[in-house]
């Protein structure tokens, strides 16, 4: 079964560090680019972050530019997303999904991990 | 950074019912824009992509069309598990931007 699991997301205090991760079974990982959505509560889809299949090119939202980091380990097939100078407006459920070859579609999602900001 | 325009923000409808949400994008993305379902607690699932593609296992009463910059995904008969939050997004250039959202409820 092609599954996507995140995981990582609690609560931390504004200024923190946390670290998703999302592992991937069921389909051949390192042929598809990832990407990291998210949906703050009662909110819309955020896109947040992608990384192609090799891991040497990567996006960003305006919004967690220079403080999150994606990155992944294909021989482990999993995928993280480093979050830095965490701030309130980043409490969201953190999704990850894979992105069909032709198009970025997004057509397989994890369940979500939510990460939430509060001092 | 392109923006994604979607109407309305919210409908009311009735099973059976013929459905229409729009999305309009800021700039051209040519065919890559792709529509979601969220249902209530659930994570999102692909529709339609570039633009007019039925994603496989997604019943044919969907279908999206493209003019210009416009898109619009049509539900031909409404069915109760269709009573969600559908969403576009373009793929064309990152960010790849969302649409705000329409959720379709029960009239």
Not at chain 2, 26 to 44: F, V
Not at chain 2, 61 to 73: A, E, I, Q, V
Request: glycine letters at 10%.
């Amino acid at each position: 079964e092609v599954q996507l699991v995140e995981s990582g997301g609690g609560v931390v205090r504004p200024g923190g560090s946390l670290r998703l991760s999302c592992a991937a079974s069921g389909f051949t990982f390192d042929d598809f680019g990832m990407t990291w959505v998210r949906q703050a509560p009662g909110k819309g889809l955020e896109w947040v972050s992608r990384i192609n299949w090799k891991g040497d090119s990567t996006g960003y939202a305006d919004s967690v530019k220079g403080r999150f980091t994606i990155s992944r380990d294909n021989a482990k097939k999993s995928l993280f997303l480093h979050m830095n100078s965490l701030r309130v407006e980043d409490t969201a459920f953190y999704y990850c999904a894979r992105a069909s070859v032709v198009d970025e579609a997004l057509d397989i999602w994890g369940q979500g991990t939510v990460v939430t900001v509060s001092s | 950074d392109i923006q994604m325009t979607q109407s309305p923000a919210s409908l009311s409808a009735s099973v059976g019912d013929r459905v229409t949400i729009t999305c309009r994008a800021s700039q051209s993305i040519s065919t890559y824009l792709n529509w979601y379902r969220q249902k209530p607690g659930k994570a999102p699932q692909l529709l339609i992509y570039t633009a007019s593609s039925l994603q496989g296992g997604v019943p044919s009463r969907f279908s999206g069309t493209r003019s210009g910059t416009d898109f619009t995904l049509t539900i031909s008969s409404l069915q109760p598990e269709d009573f969600a939050t559908y969403f576009c997004q373009q793929s064309f250039s990152m960010p790849h931007s969302f649409g705000g959202g329409t959720k379709v409820e029960i009239k």
